[in-house]
């Protein structure tokens, strides 16, 4: 007896879902559409011109990412509106922090059986990122892998690329001891310590769904309200406060000789924060070495700058304060300070060194 022929769909991937969902994200990727790129799907490869975006002598500057066990969440809830938001983000707060500007995404969706509608809505997200950054979606890759991941899982990862004219990298070089620190609000949790999240959630016996909108918000872009402060020279560095939160990340950007010395009681802590550390009863230097406790973005700029800058943030549509200083001492960050019931109402030190 014969055998039947088999085809792609017989073994799980239908190549007929992948084509109508690349036609129907189109217009999507059109919609990021900047100088410098048309945005227009299809080719093998997106093609950027950086001097149609008015760069003379650009050092191009990458990031990569993921968007991590949030999306186990955002599966869970059936709600996928806001995790491509946090794909790009994590890419292009990256590039800001070294003064680039985000010129274009690429993104990877990658499934066991693909939804078109779960995908088309993740890409619609990460193009409203992009919008937020400023970038163009100029491609990506769809991939439909049977026996890779469970039921209704699918994984994202991005791309980003964006330029800063030669000369004005910022590398932690301008960075110098009586400068203060200015830490821009987070929009919640953002896309990092959800593999504790959703451990203290188990744990805890907290209901998901009841603070499921919250855990979802999507990770804030700070590209917009920082770009023209970065190029006016009013910003020394930039620290994007993600795994490692305050502690680890905030070291990065210094130079050696300089420490940051952040006070916790400069900004209330958040509500959802608060949450989890009294779900999982997480200590003080666990939840700012893993959270970013309210703060997603820190900005060192010169002690004579500091009210312009937080002033231009606010006018920018941010919640910006200043929240520490830069002293002269081994490269790390010290954290302390009485900040309520999340350092037991009394002062506590968390120290990281570089």
Known sequence: MAKKPLTYADAGVSIAAGNALVKAIGPLARSTARPGADAELGGFGGVF???????????????NDGVGT????????????????????????????QGAEPLFFLDYFATGSLRPDIAEAVVESIAEGCKQAGCALIGGETAEM????????????GFCVGAVERGELLDGSKVAPGDVIVGIASSGVHSNGFSLVRRIIADSGLDLHDHG??????????????LPLVRDGLVHGLS???????????????????RAEIDVATWDFPPLFQLLQDGGA???EEMARTFNCGIGMVAIVAEADADAVVARLEQAGEQARVIGTIVAGQRGCTVSGAAGSWASSKDWTASHDA
Do not use: Q, S, W
Request: charged letters at 20%.
């Open 240 to 258: 994007h406060i993600t795994g490692g939160g305050l502690l680890e990340n905030v070291p990065r950007v210094l130079p050696e000789g300089a």
């Open 70 to 97: 949030k999306l186990k969440l955002a599966i869970d809830l059936d709600n996928h509106a806001g995790v491509g938001i946090d794909l790009v983000a994590m890419c292009a707060n990256d590039l800001i922090v």
């Open 49 to 63: 011109d950086p001097k149609a975006a008015g760069f003379k002598d650009p050092l191009l500057v990458a990031a």
């Open 282 to 284: 997480v200590a003080p």
């Open 213 to 226: 909108e919250a855990l979802l918000r999507p990770t804030r872009i700070y590209v917009k309200p920082l």
């Open 146 to 157: 049977p026996g890779m991941y469970a039921e209704g899982d699918y994984d994202l990862a």
